[in-house]
């Protein structure tokens, strides 16, 4: 909801007017993550804006309906992420930052790692809107 309010209307409206089952899953930091940020938790929504911008967390539908129409229903609503400040949003959370002070050597491997699967699962998530949904002649 930080990161785009628009998005998070359009998202409950859409799964609110399936006609069946919908689920709504986002990113929400709580006190558990320890946001470092001046305004603790009272800035949970510009940390929602930070997992978006750097590639943490994308924003994306997925519309079920749209295949009965021809059209792709998986839409990716997020920017291109800007990779360089990954690991500076890992580092704006205790629950990470607590694993680097008491793993230095290993932390760093983790870090890379989940920058690592972070960059696959967007690919993943390009490729996804990239699928051909038309209708077969």
């Known amino acids: 909801m930080g990161a ?20 709504v899953i986002a990113y929400s930091p709580c006190i558990n993550h320890g946001l470092k940020v001046k305004g603790g938790m009272g800035r949970s929504q510009a940390q ?11 924003l994306w539908r997925y519309n079920p309906q749209l295949a009965n129409e021809g059209k792709n229903p998986f839409s ?6 800007d990779w360089s ?6 580092m ?6 607590s694993v680097k002070k008491a793993y230095p050597n290993e932390g760093d491997e983790l870090f890379k ?8 699962r967007y690919q993943s998530y390009v ?3 990239q699928e051909d949904w038309s209708q077969p002649a």
């Open 48 to 58: 929602e804006a930070r997992a978006v911008e750097c590639g943490y967390w994308q």
């Open 76 to 81: 990716l609503d997020s920017k291109a992420p």
């Open 113 to 120: 790692a989940a920058e690592d699967m972070a960059k696959l």
């Open 4 to 23: 785009d309010n628009a998005q998070t209307l359009k998202a409950i409206r859409e799964a609110e007017a399936y006609p069946g089952p919908s689920l």
């Open 92 to 97: 704006s959370e205790v629950r990470f930052l």
């Open 85 to 90: 400040k990954f690991q500076d949003f890992l």
């Open 127 to 129: 490729r996804k809107t």
